[in-house]
């Protein structure tokens, strides 16, 4: 089933694959991982797999979900649909033919917008020719940090409409962010136990640099011990901005 979301930058989500492994430190507090456990212990089926304790956990083994591969035919209005909410479509346990699958369903309701987001931008990378990049999927990538910034210059080589930028959980400053080829960058701090701060300066410094490049910026959340507790006041406002397509198809 799609399920209505507390993301702000989304209205439901839609998971045709769950699980995952941790990949870098913007995964070290995971709520994914840590809902998966839950679901599992409440006897959730799509979360039945371990994943590897190493780098996974209870209920958080890569599963692909072909009984909810249509789930976005039957809605009967136009959907803002995060894909992947509890997975990562691009990780290397999914087969290439069920990703095509995904997209697939993607092209053939028109009437949604899809955000798909990775952190495995370079398998991305290599299997993006195999696919059809219709105009209503968004794609992008998460960078917590500016080691990871190869994520963003993988992205650029993709076809899709929109390249967004999902700087959460931000772990330090980015100086040298590029924001040739993104449409859109998304900022937050981390929230859950032991969550790491982020600086003022660091958001401010990618909300200017945006406002330079012609870039929407959506400031998500300080962060805290939940996601709520700081807010989203960046200098007395909240900033939501979005990419201008989806302002003109509403």
């Given at each position: 089933?799609?399920?209505?979301?507390?993301?702000?930058?989304?209205e439901v989500t839609w998971n045709p694959t769950t699980g995952c492994d941790r990949t870098s430190p913007g995964c070290d507090h995971c709520y994914a991982m840590a809902l998966a456990k839950r679901l599992k212990a409440m006897g959730q089926a799509k979360y039945q797999r371990d994943g590897d304790p190493r780098t996974s956990g209870p209920g958080f083994g890569i599963t692909a979900h072909e009984s909810v591969l249509n789930l976005?035919?039957?809605?009967?209005?136009?959907?803002?649909?995060?894909?992947?909410?509890?997975?990562?479509?691009?990780?290397?346990?999914?087969?290439?033919d069920f990703i095509r699958q995904v997209f697939t369903v993607m092209e053939q309701t028109p009437q949604h917008t899809y955000q798909l987001l990775t952190k495995r931008s370079r398998r991305l990378r290599l299997v993006w020719s195999d696919l059809p990049w219709p105009p209503n999927l968004w794609m992008g990538?998460?960078?917590?940090?500016?080691?990871?910034?190869?994520?963003?210059?993988?992205?650029?080589?993709?076809?899709?409409?929109?390249?967004?930028?999902?700087?959460?959980?931000?772990?330090?400053?980015?100086?040298?962010?590029?924001?040739?080829?993104?449409?859109?960058?998304?900022?937050?701090?981390e929230s859950g136990p032991g969550a790491r701060p982020v600086s003022p300066d660091w958001i401010t410094q990618i909300r200017d640099a945006c406002s330079e490049a012609g870039v929407a910026f959506f400031f998500k959340q300080w962060g805290g011990r939940t996601p709520k507790a700081g807010g989203r006041a960046l200098e007395g406002r909240t900033w939501d901005e979005i990419p201008a397509v989806v302002q003109a198809a509403v």
């Open positions: 089933m799609s399920t209505k979301t507390a993301i702000e930058w989304t976005p035919r039957t809605w009967c209005t136009p959907k803002m649909v995060f894909v992947n909410s509890m997975s990562d479509l691009f990780h290397e346990a999914v087969p290439l990538v998460s960078v917590e940090s500016r080691r990871y910034l190869f994520r963003a210059n993988d992205l650029r080589e993709v076809p899709a409409a929109i390249r967004f930028l999902s700087l959460e959980p931000l772990l330090g400053p980015m100086p040298d962010l590029d924001l040739t080829g993104i449409h859109w960058v998304i900022a937050g701090g």
